[in-house]
């Protein structure tokens, strides 16, 4: 399908000298290491007896023949669009028909080279020299992978000593892409492709990211309302600019442009998000930048530090799930448009990133990778590459990181997602069931399109009967898929709110490691609507603090063992001001059996409490024990007021004043669910904390 609908005239005036590095591989029509042949297309051969509008057709063959010369990306665009006005005079000129095959396999439509190729070699097989070369590729592309083998071998047997010495290990790698795209084939993943046609265009679109709860999606277009409206007349497309689109109830919303500061006049895409969704890594003039949002606007993008930014182009990058380590794509060599590209790692320690390392090279190759995608759980990366076993240009593979700090060696994601073609930018939800990425596919409505993949095999079974995974006074809303599915993490999504008025309140969302009393994570609720998104990987008993200043402070449990499934939760949490009366249960604090000997794990929330009764000097609080029926009333009157009391002391002991508070057993008087159930009795065994003076 043609993109562009240019007459002669403005073909001619849309060339223009300046390179620009544009970030999105499969946007780069790049040229290949064998030098082509320029077989000329003479007038008197081209001309048809009879047939109208010769001199506008052989107008069309003199523009195209001058862009075809440049050898560039953008020249071959606009020798392709002026080559077929003149297919359209003259559809037996062997020349025109091998240019146009090559100016096709310059374009992200590369298997429509197949027809002119073939059709050429038919009218006239000693046209070129490296014909051979160009039928490979071309098969190659339209998945014809015995007949791309054959004449990939017939170039490399027509090759002289001297030839052969310089082009030889490309034509194995080709053949070895082959090889892998039949092997690729015959054990297809079992995936749905759709195209995501709420965002699709006649024009570009690409690189999309999403929240981890998949409610945003924002991606890469070169649209006519652009910021600026201009075009890079270096391959006469609109300059890059981030579009958003919105999910609710399983429908997209109209699309928006994100608009200033990050989209400037000139070329702005879309690289990650961090998985909260507040934090966007963007690419200009061959750098990572970073916005960070409040409400819902997105604020000017700054540069990563020069620890991460080089003159080497620095083309992609993610976030871990707590935004303390940062992969990303550092080129070999400044300037050039294959940058041979390498994965690297930095860690955010006291505030500024580590000197970065590159990837092993089990998972770095001598090619280029590119695309990088850490899922939440912090182990398993996605990446794109022409290395390790493509069956063409970026292939899409899986590598997971080990307890002891190594890769295993990549894994192809297989056919249909991968295809001769490059293929790269997958972001994916939290579960990992869905992934989105742009290709060309049958059903594309122009140019590169943005798809959905949903991994058919990785959809769990649902739980019917609760889980015990969350301890807390009101259960939220869950989403349970069964043990072994495939992304061990736990995903929070909901809404801070006023408990009074409802109103949205923006904030701090922290989460411990209560194992060793650690801060792993903070961020934010949003400041317009008070949604807050969470991803927790599985392995350790967190605890969820929320909090802002004059309410009290929300706590939640959540203890993920290794071999915990997927599980999202949402939950709008309603935060009381500080205020007489004002109470909430205290989720975090934990003792031994039958006993008021408060475990380590009970630190970090305890320390919460210290924290805010500093904080607010005024206030006096009543911490009370419960226990569920189980045993004499006496028994758990006593260790109740036992519990209550140790709490107490421990608030002393950190600088409390003992006449601010005070404590008192309730025994299993005051449940606050049945105790007919081990899940009720779960809830009754709480300790809670009340205000009694402000």
Not at 245 to 252: F, L, P, Q
Not at 419 to 427: L, R
Not at 599 to 628: C, M, R, W
């Amino acid at each position: 399908m043609c993109l562009y609908l240019f007459d002669i005239e403005l073909v001619g005036i849309c060339k223009m000298g300046k390179n620009f590095l544009i970030l999105f591989t499969f946007m780069l029509l790049s040229i290949s290491l064998m030098a082509q042949d320029s077989p000329g297309i003479y007038k008197d051969e081209f001309y048809v007896p009879h047939r109208r509008r010769f001199n506008y057709a052989w107008k069309a063959v003199l523009l195209g023949d001058k862009f075809y010369n440049e050898r560039t990306r953008g020249g071959y665009m606009y020798a392709l669009e002026n080559y077929k006005i003149a297919y359209g005079y003259n559809p037996d000129n062997a020349a025109l028909n091998y240019k146009l095959g090559v100016c096709y396999l310059k374009t992200v439509y590369k298997d429509s080279s197949l027809i002119y190729l073939k059709k050429a070699y038919k009218l006239n097989r000693h046209i070129v020299r490296d014909f051979y070369w160009e039928l490979g590729q071309a098969y190659q592309y339209s998945y014809k992978f015995d007949s791309a083998i054959e004449y990939f071998k017939k170039y490399k047997a027509s090759l002289s000593a001297p030839m052969l010495i310089t082009h030889g290990k490309e034509i194995e790698r080709r053949i070895f892409e082959c090889n892998n795209g039949k092997e690729l084939m015959k054990h297809p993943i079992n995936v749905k492709i759709e195209n995501v046609s709420a965002v699709n265009t006649i024009y570009p679109e690409y690189a999309p990211i999403i929240t981890a709860d998949e409610s945003e999606l924002y991606f890469t277009a070169r649209r006519p309302d652009c910021v600026g409206g201009g075009v890079d007349y270096s391959d006469g497309q609109y300059y890059e600019d981030i579009f958003v689109v919105y999910r609710e109830n399983g429908h997209w919303s109209k699309v928006y442009n994100v608009g200033p500061p990050i989209n400037t006049k000139y070329h702005d895409a879309t690289v990650s998000l961090s998985p909260d969704g507040r934090r966007m890594i963007i690419f200009r003039d061959g750098d990572l930048y970073v916005s960070k949002r409040e409400g819902d606007r997105w604020g000017y993008p700054e540069p990563l530090p020069d620890i991460i930014n080089t003159d080497s182009s620095e083309s992609h990058a993610c976030f871990s799930y707590d935004g303390k380590t940062l992969y990303f794509v550092r080129g070999k060599e400044p300037g050039s448009p294959t940058s041979n590209g390498d994965i690297y790692v930095t860690h955010l320690v006291n505030g500024h990133w580590t000197k970065p390392k590159k990837l092993p090279d089990n998972v770095n190759t001598p090619y280029d990778e590119d695309g990088v995608f850490m899922m939440p759980d912090g182990r398993t990366l996605y990446f794109s590459s022409c290395g390790h076993n493509t069956m063409g240009g970026y292939d899409i593979f899986v590598t997971h990181r080990r307890d002891d700090g190594s890769w295993t060696d990549p894994v192809n994601l297989g056919y249909p997602v991968n295809t001769p073609d490059d293929d790269i930018y997958i972001t994916l939800s939290a579960s990992g069931i869905y992934g989105y990425y742009s290709s060309v596919r049958k059903d594309s409505r122009g140019y590169t399109d943005i798809y959905r993949i949903t991994f058919l095999d990785r959809i769990p079974l649902f739980l019917s009967s609760e889980n015990n995974l969350i301890a807390g006074l009101s259960r939220p809303s869950e989403e349970v898929f069964e043990a072994g599915s495939f992304s061990p993490i736990a995903l929070l999504v909901g809404y801070v709110k006023d408990k009074k008025n409802g109103r949205p309140l923006h904030a701090k969302i922290e989460v411990y490691d209560l194992d060793n009393d650690s801060l792993i994570l903070q961020t934010e609720s949003n400041e317009k609507t008070g949604k807050y998104i969470v991803t927790l990987p599985a392995g350790h008993n967190y605890g969820l603090m929320i909090k802002k200043q004059g309410y009290l402070f929300y706590s939640q449990n959540f203890n993920l063992p290794k071999d915990a499934a997927y599980k999202k939760v949402e939950k709008i949490v309603e935060l009381p001001d500080v205020k007489e009366g004002a109470s909430m249960v205290l989720s975090n604090i934990f003792f031994d059996f039958n006993s008021a000997n408060l475990q380590q794990e009970s630190y970090a929330e305890l320390n919460q409490i210290v924290s805010f009764l500093k904080e607010n000097p005024e206030v006096k609080i009543e911490i009370s024990g419960h226990t569920d029926n189980i045993g004499s009333q006496e028994y758990n009157q006593k260790l109740s007021e036992q519990r209550a009391k140790a709490v107490v002391d421990y608030l002393i002991d950190h600088g409390i004043s003992p006449d601010r508070l005070k404590y008192r057993g309730a025994g299993f008087s005051e449940p606050i669910a049945s105790n007919d159930t081990p899940e009720g009795r779960e809830k009754n065994r709480r300790v809670e904390f009340k205000v009694i003076s402000y």
